[in-house]
C-alpha cells in the first residue's frame, strides 16, 4: 500500500545526506513526469529534479546538478531523490509533482501539480 505524500525531511550539518520519498494516487501512472520542487521562505517554488514516468530520461536544476539523484520505483507511484553533500542554501519545503505535458522535462513553472504538504529540508552551516 502506498502512503501517499512526502516523507524523509529533517535537519542536517551541511554535507550530509537525506533521502527524500513520495507516494502518489494511482493516475500518476499517466502522467508524463514525476519530478521534485521545492519553495525556500519568500522564494518561488523551483523544480529541483525531474524523471520520464515511463522512461530513463532524468534533468535536475544547476543547483543540485551532481549532488542530487532522483528515482522512480516500478509501481510509477514512488518518488525518491538521494541529496548528497547538502548545503545551507538547500534549506526549503520539498514537495513531489506530477506533469502531464511533454516538455515536462524543462520544469517550467507551473508544469507540475503537487499533492502532499510537503517536507522540511533543513541545513546548517
Known amino acids: 500500500q502506498v502512503k501517499l505524500g512526502e516523507s524523509g525531511g529533517g535537519s542536517v550539518q551541511a554535507g550530509e545526506s537525506l533521502r527524500l520519498s513520495c507516494g502518489g494516487p494511482p493516475n500518476l501512472s499517466r502522467s508524463t513526469c514525476l519530478g521534485w520542487l521545492r519553495q525556500a521562505p519568500g522564494k518561488e517554488r523551483e523544480g529541483v529534479a525531474a524523471?520520464?514516468?515511463?522512461?530513463?530520461?532524468?534533468t535536475y536544476s544547476d543547483s543540485v546538478k551532481g549532488r542530487f539523484t532522483i528515482s522512480l520505483d516500478n509501481d510509477k507511484r514512488t518518488l525518491h531523490l538521494e541529496m548528497a553533500g547538502l548545503k545551507p542554501e538547500d534549506t526549503a519545503q520539498y514537495y513531489c509533482?506530477?506533469?502531464?505535458?511533454?516538455?515536462?522535462?524543462?520544469?517550467?513553472?507551473?508544469?507540475?501539480?503537487?499533492w502532499g504538504q510537503g517536507t522540511q529540508v533543513t541545513v546548517s552551516s
Open positions: 509533482g506530477a506533469a502531464w505535458t511533454p516538455d515536462c522535462l524543462s520544469m517550467t513553472s507551473g508544469q507540475y501539480n503537487s
Open positions: 524523471i520520464l514516468t515511463h522512461g530513463s530520461s532524468t
